[in-house]
């Protein structure tokens, strides 16, 4: 037998004729478009938060503003079609759902989603089934919370998407968006892939059920806001079913003037009636921004407004949880400092004005004047929002201006809250 060098000085001439092809072919194969490099990895595509609606306790007590608890703690052989104004688009998406408050489980049978077409209507070409590690239902514990599998479906930027969720046996309703400022349907039976929904009165809600985040998969940089605040994020006084909440109109802005280094979603962790520091219209904001800001899908900017109801609660209907400015302040810190520890930049928004609404007193305005001076002056975050200044009737700065303000005079209309979005300067997030 030949030894290999005898092989190779025997063999030389086609030796060195196949080094030859090797490299004019580029190492073909063994790189990516003939560079002779690793090979190409596609790039993965990720999560991107693109609709929030944070969980409370809907049977939790606030009868101190008139507020029942909810007549019916369970749904049972029904279908809920829920409707999510995202802010980016996709070509997959997952669900969250949620059984954070209630008191037994919440056994979802079937879940679908569809491209919404207005009202209780979607289109049933893009009507596609939720699973669940491949299973089409779910039963969420106490306590618990589920993601969905990806779905493949094409949602364009700004889409309504409807997520129909069948319950064959009772399911806790307590974990819910009591103010979704939107309409759902409720309907008997399996209605998961139907064309529509009841839409009489009674078959229509206004909060959002056990849903809780959607995330849409994307490749390329993304950014996402998270504007966490209280009613006043939430969107009320907004029209219902307009989706126009201030961050719905700060996204529709972005996506229309584009460019800039990337996609930017902007994601609303409002809940009305929060406060930072007593518990009551869910988790107080200490507790609520590690869970509804921290753990959101691909945070990267974070605006906090909130404040105004530790301010007025006090005044007019719970005496004994009491806050004051150097707290609400304190309050404000801390999560300024929670968010910069986790990398995410964070935008402080001053406080509206509240005078002629029944918590009003010339007390809560100093502690108002006396938050927002803090938040005008700090340093410690990437900018400051003037949404007060925004609104502010400039004869009686204590005062919504009567062109922006809703009836309680503490919530905006819908100029009022495009006021608020336009205040906004574009490039913070470019």
Known sequence: MQSVKTWMRTNRRFVLSALGALAAGGLAGCGGGGSGGSPAVPEVAKPVATWLGVLSDLQEDVRFLDIP?????????QTLRQIAHLSLGGDQVRIKFGNLYGKAPVP??????????????????????????????????VGGEVWSDKVSIRVPDGANLAVSAYVRESADSTSAHRYANAIQYVGAGDLSSAATMPTTPGNQLTSWHWMSAIDVYRTGPARVVVAFGDSLTDGNGSTLGAN??????????????????GAVSVVNAGLGGNRWLHDRFGLKGAERFRRDVLGVSGVTHAIVQMGINDIGFQQ????????????????????????????????????????????????????????????????????????????????????????????????????GYARMAESVPLDRFR
Not at 113 to 136: P, W
Not at 354 to 360: D, E, L, N, S, T
């Open 244 to 261: 126009q909440r201030y961050p719905d109109l700060l996204s529709a802005r972005l996506l229309k003037a584009g460019g800039g280094g």
């Open 108 to 141: 979802l049978a079937r879940v679908r989603v569809a491209l919404s077409t207005g009202a209780g209507a979607v289109d049933l070409a893009t009507d596609v089934a939720v699973t669940f590690q491949g299973r089409e239902s779910v039963s969420i514990p």
């Open 69 to 77: 608890p909810s007549a019916s703690t369970a749904f049972t052989e």
């Open 316 to 415: 007019a209907w719970t005496p004994n949880e009491k806050a004051t400015a150097v707290e609400v302040i304190a309050s404000l810190a801390g999560a300024i400092a929670v968010a910069k520890g986790a990398g995410i930049q964070v935008y402080l928004a001053t406080l509206t004005p509240f005078k002629g609404h029944v918590y009003f007193s010339d007390a809560g305005e100093d502690m108002r004047q006396a938050i927002n001076t803090w938040i005008r002056a700090n340093t410690e975050v990437a900018g400051v929002f003037d949404f007060d200044a925004a609104v502010r009737d400039p004869a009686d700065p204590a005062r919504i201006l009567a062109a922006y303000r809703d009836a309680d005079n503490l919530h905006v209309n819908d100029l």
